[in-house]
């Protein structure tokens, strides 16, 4: 089965630092990965999905950006963190395709002060 | 239509009492519909799912009713007990690469 791993699970960072968040996954190839934010533990937005190397679409404009430098590696990361950016941050994957379930990871915690 | 709609925001039930919670979606292009459980700190964990060729699932205490016609769907808790006491998500996935539309959450608190 696949896992997802993710780094570091709690941030605590100032404003107008830079972000670098990690994401890998095991068990699948190919798989589809997403980033998601939760903001004060409720609702879950979808910032950034990719199908594969190098292929990112944005769903909301924002401070943010994501990468995915190998199959089974997504990075969310900013150059300059606003106190916005704080919140519960979740990189999930789906198998390749459209028609499969998607699993989370256990969440990055970020917190910018 | 994007939005899935989630009712109760939060919702309290009695130790074997029955939690109902219900989500209603606009888009017809939908084709899968989770739920999801989350604990605190934790990220959502797939609870149950439905097709929408399908009335009713059930999964031991856990069932989901679906209603093609009206657009709703809802998870019911028979039996709950105080370790479902977590946030829960319903979500719709979109035709185009999985992505999933998720509703606001409802925060089930089941006293002993």
């Known amino acids: 089965s696949q896992t997802i791993h993710q780094w570091p699970a709690t941030l605590v960072q100032p404003v107008g630092s830079p972000l670098s968040l990690e994401c890998t996954v095991e068990g699948t190839s190919n798989p589809n990965l997403y980033w998601y934010r939760q903001a004060a533990g409720r609702g879950l937005q979808l910032l950034f999905y990719?199908?594969?190397?190098?292929?990112i679409s944005s769903e909301v404009p924002q401070n943010l950006s994501a990468s995915r430098p190998q199959d089974r590696q997504f990075i969310l990361s900013s150059k300059k963190l606003l106190l916005s950016d704080s919140g519960f941050y979740l990189c999930a994957l789906s198998r390749a395709g459209t028609g499969n379930t998607i699993y989370f990871g256990e969440g990055s915690w970020l917190t910018v002060v | 239509q994007q939005q899935v709609k989630q009712s109760p925001q939060s919702l309290i039930v009695q130790k074997g009492g029955i939690s109902i919670i219900n989500c209603a979606y606009e888009n017809t292009a939908f084709d899968y519909f989770p739920w999801y459980q989350q604990f605190p700190g934790k990220g959502p964990a797939l609870l149950i799912a439905?097709?929408?060729?399908?009335s009713e699932k059930k999964e031991g205490r856990f069932t989901i009713s679906f209603n093609k016609s009206a657009k709703q769907f809802s998870l019911h808790i028979m039996d709950s007990q105080p370790g479902d006491s977590a946030t829960y998500f319903c979500a719709a996935r979109g035709p185009s690469y999985g992505k999933l539309t998720f509703g606001q959450g409802t925060i089930l608190t089941v006293h002993p």
């Open positions: 990719s199908v594969g190397i190098g292929q």
């Open positions: 439905i097709r929408p060729d399908v």
